[in-house]
């Protein structure tokens, strides 16, 4: 259980004073219970505020690289490497209160023992999560496993932290846990399921009456696979004003009757048809020459500011979308290679050989649009492993419509078909010594 000083630092004022410094724009990034810091009266206050954040533009020595950028052991993925694995936002708090609550619930420090490369390792390359204490509150439970998401939009925002706390604070009665222990058969979770959203992203931007939508495409596509709603508009709402479930009544162009459509699978567009989760390139290109001006839209707020990771920007970058227009997704599983204008890329590329870009498959698409790329079936040339980082400005997809001769197909289908080369090889030899061995008896 939590001590009862220590419930006094996580109780909904301490919470609320995360969200007042989220709201003048501040990142804390070391949230940790050594911050959480007690006065004479038991008061809680928030020590080493944003000290991180403003640090992060600093120069400073590559040895002190990680340290200015947080503690270790409460750093999110996009911390060790904002630039790259990035942005870092007002979620990447959620990780290391995350990490506070489960060290005063098991008064253990997060990773305890671990190197800072041991820890790397851990959090960013084996994407591998805290393990959360067994027989505490289902919503406790439940709000620690989306603080631990990898990405960064999946994770509970603090407004999202602080309604958890308050109904903890609040309530005792059974009711209530019957409400969160069922909460994964509400309708929020049956009808987006197959989208792959969790229900924090799916919290973050409640439809109003009025708003546009469209159908909401599933996480990491770039493709919508089901367009009952192209373009229509929120005309009521069924449901409660503070609940993120329901359905939306949808006005369709050349459709009678509204459509009754469940919340979770209607995403909110602007004027220019943007929307969270969009593809975006920077109409006017970059004045720092280190960021992609290609990116993954965020947020789009009320007032029309939309927030866009970047690859090269560690934080979100902020505009309006008259600044924007709409580029060429990227999602898993397709193949790309080097844009034939490219010559040296920004991150390093496996070579067939000394002259030509190897065709690589997407296996992961970072929160800014940095992709990660693998190549199983093929011997890199000059490298130790099998996969790259790509920026989406400088590859291209390649399929069959996009190889041009024969040599070309041919070469796109070996790719294709890494998977089961070595595979179809190893059997090959197997027959063949099968065979000779049949030969030897036949001759003996």
Not at 202 to 208: E, F, G, T, V
């Amino acid at each position: 259980m939590i001590k009862h000083k220590d419930r006094e630092c996580l109780s909904p004022p301490r919470i609320t004073g995360i969200l007042e410094l989220h709201a003048k724009g501040f990142l804390i990034l070391n949230l940790k219970p050594s911050n959480f810091l007690l006065n004479d009266n038991d008061t809680a206050i928030l020590g080493d505020v944003g000290v991180p954040y403003l640090l992060h533009s600093i120069p400073l020595p590559s040895s002190d690289m990680i340290m200015r950028l947080g503690t270790p052991n409460y750093m999110a993925p996009e911390q060790w490497q904002p630039e790259v694995g990035g942005p870092m936002s007002f979620e990447t708090d959620s990780w290391g209160f995350g990490c506070s609550i489960v060290e005063m619930l098991t008064g253990a420090q997060p990773w305890s023992g671990k190197s800072i490369d041991e820890i790397y390792n851990l959090v960013v390359i084996k994407r591998e999560k805290l393990t959360i204490p067994n027989a505490i509150p289902p919503p406790l439970e439940k709000l620690l496993q989306g603080c631990f998401m990898y990405d960064l939009r999946s994770r509970p925002s603090m407004t999202d932290i602080l309604h958890v706390f308050k109904r903890l604070q609040n309530s005792e009665e059974e009711e209530y846990w019957s409400f969160w222990r069922g909460i994964d058969s509400r309708g929020i979770r049956k009808s987006s399921a197959y989208l792959g959203y969790t229900e924090w992203f799916l919290s973050k931007d409640q439809l109003q009456v009025g708003d546009t939508v469209r159908s909401r495409k599933p996480a990491n596509s770039c493709k919508h696979e089901n367009m009952d709603v192209p373009e229509g508009k929120v005309v009521g709402l069924e449901r409660d004003t503070t609940d993120s479930d329901g359905f939306a009544l949808v006005k369709v162009h050349g459709v009678h009757d509204p459509l009754r459509v469940h919340v979770s699978v209607l995403e909110r567009v602007t004027k220019d048809y943007l929307a969270s989760g969009d593809w975006v390139r920077l109409k006017y290109g970059v004045a720092d020459k280190r960021c992609s001006p290609v990116g993954i839209v965020h947020s789009i707020n009320r007032e029309g500011i939309v927030a866009v990771g970047f690859i090269g920007l560690p934080t979100l970058w902020r505009g309006t979308s008259s600044q924007l227009q709409m580029a060429k997704g990227y999602s898993v599983g397709q193949f790309v290679k080097i844009k034939a204008f490219v010559v040296t890329p920004r991150f390093k590329w496996i070579r067939k050989d000394k002259r030509v870009w190897a065709t690589g498959r997407i296996s992961h698409v970072l929160p800014n649009g940095c992709l990660e790329v693998e190549f199983p079936g093929a011997l890199p040339f000059g490298q130790e492993h099998g996969s790259c980082l790509a920026d989406p400005a400088e590859v291209e997809v390649v399929d069959f419509s996009t190889c041009e001769g024969v040599v070309e197909k041919i070469q796109h289908l070996q790719d294709f078909h890494w998977a089961v080369r070595p595979l179809l090889a190893a059997m090959g030899l197997l027959a063949s010594m099968k065979l000779d061995h049949a030969r030897f008896y036949i001759w003996i």
